[in-house]
């Protein structure tokens, strides 16, 4: 039985130019572990997309993308700083911990919005060269945020500018990185590579492929750059990351993110445009109803956290799939996908009118 809900991007199926690919690229045989004629389309992408000394390394899940780079990026010893609200922190079944052995420093955000800044970092640049205390290697942010926000431009090199002077590595997990890109109306290259990023986790899945997502080294000329692409080859495989037949996870993110108007960027912008339309209507329903409806974060991307009574919930709930968010305020998280439709939207503002009255 197919359902249509708000539950999750990944509830979306394959893309057809995306399924297509993989049918494309099974013919024959292709050497195996990367050694393909896709992947190495692929690297010219990735050089394409986030500068000439970028280095790409294609993974089975998003997952795996975060705990391989920041095992790249941190020495035994180390930690990462983090949003207490992040994936890492919440969504990845404590595989940072108990796969990479990273420790994670986790900063509570008191907006709400899901987001770190050079503000609410500083108290954990602490304790440097004490050796009781896991000593900071890596901050980590995630473009567009658990809580459907962007990070700006500027919000980012504030915080690669900050990590750079503590001599901090920068991660972006960019599970929904084309989500970000087109609201930001900026390329890859622009808010990664040229802000200071150091490592990408650049996500397919939850924008049109099967099972495709690759971590992005953006300087390989650098001596930090050069020592992750080093030890990438290496914890990809240790990691349980590293396809054999990678052309098939290539060929996805090829056909996802190649072009001068990349597929990716059209199904995000779709994304993110169907999630403001029910923003919008979540909104004009909410008046005279602020005590039954209510949205506290703004929708800048494809996902909508509205706060609702708990009646109200449950009514939408008998036809509709969507996830608690926090329970501590009745929240829920509304995610649009990039084959939401208008007629979704209609549909579930209708249902929300029926049950508010």
Same mark, same amino acid.
């Given at each position: 039985m197919s359902i249509r809900g708000f539950a999750s991007d990944n509830y979306a199926g394959i893309h057809p130019y995306v399924l297509n690919a993989i049918g494309e690229a099974n013919h024959g045989h292709q050497s195996a572990y990367g050694e393909d004629e896709v992947t190495a389309e692929f690297q010219k992408l990735v050089r394409?997309? +986030?500068?000439?000394?970028?280095?790409?390394?294609?993974?089975?899940?998003?997952?795996?993308?975060?705990? @391989?780079? =920041?095992?790249?990026? #941190? %020495?035994?010893?180390?930690?990462?700083?983090?949003? /207490?609200?992040?994936?890492l922190n919440l969504d990845e079944g404590g595989a940072p911990e108990k796969m990479g052995g990273i420790k994670l420093w986790n900063v509570e955000? %008191?907006? *709400? !919005?899901?987001?770190?800044? %050079?503000? $609410? #970092?500083? %108290?954990?640049?602490?304790?440097?060269? +004490?050796?009781?205390?896991?000593?900071?290697?890596?901050? &980590?942010?995630?473009?567009?945020?658990?809580?459907?926000?962007v990070y700006s431009l500027d919000e980012i090199k504030a915080i690669t500018k900050q990590a750079k002077k503590h001599g901090l590595v920068t991660?972006? !997990?960019? /599970?929904?990185? &084309?989500?970000?890109?087109?609201?930001l109306g900026l390329s890859f290259k622009q808010f990664t590579t040229d802000a200071g990023i150091d490592l990408v986790s650049l996500g397919g899945?939850?924008?049109?492929?099967?099972?495709?997502?690759?971590?992005?080294?953006?300087?390989?000329?650098?001596?930090? *750059?050069?020592?992750? @692409?080093?030890?990438?080859?290496? $914890?990809?495989?240790?990691?349980?990351?590293?396809?054999?037949?990678?052309?098939? #996870? &290539?060929?996805?993110?090829?056909?996802?993110?190649?072009?001068?108007?990349? =597929?990716?960027?059209?199904?995000?912008?779709? /994304?993110?445009s169907m999630a403001a339309l029910l923003d919008r209507g979540l909104r004009k329903l909410s008046k005279g109803n602020k005590t039954r409806l209510s949205l506290p974060v703004a929708t800048q991307a494809?996902?909508? +956290?509205?706060?609702? !009574?708990?009646?109200? /919930?449950?009514?939408?709930?008998?036809?509709?799939?969507?996830? !608690?968010w926090d329970q501590s305020m009745g929240q829920y998280r509304l995610m649009c996908a990039w084959d939401t439709t208008e007629q979704d939207i209609d549909q579930f503002l209708l249902d929300v009118s029926e049950a508010l009255s």
């Open positions: 394409k997309l +986030f500068g000439r000394n970028a280095v790409g390394f294609p993974v089975f899940n998003g997952t795996g993308a975060n705990v @391989v780079a =920041l095992q790249a990026a #941190i %020495p035994r010893w180390g930690a990462v700083i983090a949003a /207490a609200t992040s994936h955000i %008191p907006k *709400g !919005d899901g987001k770190l800044t %050079p503000e $609410l #970092i500083q %108290p954990e640049l602490i304790d440097f060269g +004490f050796v009781h205390r896991s000593q900071q290697a890596a901050v &980590s942010i995630t473009n567009s945020s658990e809580y459907g926000t991660h972006m !997990d960019g /599970a929904r990185l &084309s989500n970000a890109a087109a609201a899945t939850k924008i049109g492929a099967m099972a495709a997502e690759a971590v992005i080294v953006t300087n390989s000329n650098t001596e930090l *750059g050069k020592r992750l @692409v080093n030890d990438l080859d290496y $914890l990809r495989k240790t990691s349980m990351q590293l396809a054999s037949k990678m052309r098939f #996870i &290539s060929a996805q993110l090829v056909a996802l993110y190649s072009g001068k108007n990349p =597929l990716a960027i059209e199904l995000a912008t779709h /994304a993110n494809n996902a909508v +956290f509205p706060v609702m !009574d708990h009646k109200l /919930a449950g009514a939408l709930r008998k036809h509709w799939n969507f996830y !608690d």
